[in-house]
């Protein structure tokens, strides 16, 4: 099914023609805007509009070529149909060359003009949906800088976020500890029109269950011993921002009910006082547990739970990530670097292979450490990495994932991996570094599924 765009600007300075022809296009479910004059037409045209120009040729103030001029100069994809009573071959060509869409000659059938429009607004549908698909390409590489990978699920994480960062939609993350919820959490604020505001983020689970009120409601002076003066809790103090309440499942029952009614009234209520203060916040939170199983054991509330899932993300654990856990080594090693003043250091390929080996339990957390304790490490290179992960936990648990097999296939997808990311896809290095010839590394690079574009 074409879709229609939401106007058609028709600009003629015949009144008799301009009132029949917009009552056709009425007819046909096009929403019409009619202009006696191009002036008139072109103070009310933006560029990236979901419309279609109609104008006359011979005008007064303005004709319809000198009108082509103005709207071509304004947005150049803009489809403009002219139309005149007066033209001929040389007319046509010139127009269809300055970037006229068609060319009418007077009198048409109401049917041939229908026609030209329909395939007009689907030029238009399709160039205003690639203007935004590029703006969101654009939007995605800045992101990347934020929230580091390749992966599909990472992939797929970033288009979700572009998705809903510029609503007011309550979000709820999911994802194991130390996955970076909190980075996915700033992503959203920093992507939306609340950029300008603060970004307040509180812990559920760091703070005493006997100050979480206060902390997130805040109190008037003399509400309780201690309270010496009015403190702004933190619903009040992100006004205008966002606030990211992590770890939200472990909120104490009694105080689940408060933080719905804040969400559903828009006020607070600070303990010691009777006046609500509105709010305006975007609420996000995170969870590393299943709050629906939490909601059936009676820990969470539902209309809570409901309430701040509006829209649900989930954050991969490190283990589902392949290749990602290079990437992300590479940068924790230079950025801490930087951040001791330590000499830079990168990896070799038996430190790709255990990487890839490791079930990494404590997610990009763990792994940022590790990098940092590579960086920091007096051992030889050679002996770093083998000796912080044999120091820190155990690599790849579990009967299956330990078996022989399974580890040489982490091993060489590892070598290949990283000797691909090293060198760009350029095979020929990478032939040289393995020292395996052509035919060897293409068999290999095929098994593991590994293509040469998804690293130049």
Avoid at 197 to 214: H, L, Y
Avoid at 329 to 340: E, I, N, P, R, W
Wanted: with cysteine; charged share 30%.
């Amino acid at each position: 099914m074409i879709s229609k765009p939401s106007k058609i600007y028709l600009v003629d300075d015949d009144a008799d023609l301009r009132a029949a022809t917009a009552q056709w296009l009425e007819l046909a479910d096009y929403q019409v805007e009619t202009f006696s004059d191009a002036p008139s037409a072109l103070a009310r045209i933006r560029p990236d509009m979901s419309a279609v120009v109609i104008s006359d040729v011979k005008m007064p103030k303005m004709d319809g070529m000198e009108f082509l001029a103005r709207l071509t100069a304004l947005d150049k994809d803009l489809p403009v149909v002219l139309i005149t009573a007066h033209g001929d071959v040389q007319m046509a060509v010139k127009a269809i060359r300055q970037g006229a869409y068609e060319f009418i000659e007077k009198p048409f059938e109401p049917e041939r003009l229908l026609d030209v429009l329909q395939r007009a607004s689907e030029k238009r549908r399709l160039v205003l949906e690639n203007r935004d698909l590029r703006r969101r390409l654009s939007g995605s590489v800045d992101m990347g800088k934020r929230l580091i990978g390749d992966c599909p699920a990472i992939q797929r994480l970033r288009a979700e976020l572009l998705d809903v960062a510029d609503t007011d939609a309550p979000v709820l993350i999911q994802g194991e500890t130390g996955t970076g919820k909190e980075v996915v959490a700033q992503c959203l604020h920093e992507f939306s029109a609340r950029q300008k505001g603060k970004f307040v983020a509180v812990n559920c689970g760091a703070i005493p269950e006997n100050m979480v009120e206060s902390e997130l409601f805040g109190h008037e002076r003399g509400a309780f011993t201690g309270a010496d003066r009015r403190r702004i809790g933190r619903f009040e103090f992100a006004q205008g921002g966002s606030l990211f309440l992590d770890e939200i499942g472990t909120m104490p029952l009694s105080l689940q009910v408060k933080v719905l009614r804040a969400l559903q009234e828009r006020e607070i209520v600070r303990i010691g006082s009777n006046e609500p203060p509105p709010i305006d916040i975007r609420l996000i939170s995170a969870t590393h547990c299943d709050l629906l199983a939490e909601c059936a054991s009676a820990r969470f509330r539902e209309d809570l739970y409901y309430r701040i899932n509006v829209v649900e993300l989930r954050v991969p654990p490190l283990r589902e990530r392949g290749g990602d856990i290079l990437l992300l080594f590479d940068y924790f090693l230079a950025q801490s670097a930087v951040t001791y003043k330590r000499p830079a250091v990168s990896m070799r390929a038996i430190d790709a292979a255990l990487l890839m080996s490791h079930n990494w339990p404590g997610n990009v957390r763990e792994l940022k450490n590790v990098a940092e304790r590579f960086v920091l490490s007096s051992l030889p290179e050679a002996q770093r990495l083998a000796a912080i992960l044999g120091t820190s936990c155990q690599t790849t648990a579990g009967p299956e994932s330990s078996a022989l097999q399974e580890l040489m296939r982490h091993y060489e997808r590892g070598l290949l991996e990283h000797a691909l990311t090293r060198h760009k896809g350029d095979v020929q290095l990478v032939m040289e570094e393995l020292n395996l010839p052509r035919r060897t590394l293409n068999e290999k690079m095929t098994r593991h599924n590994l293509e040469r574009k998804d690293f130049t």
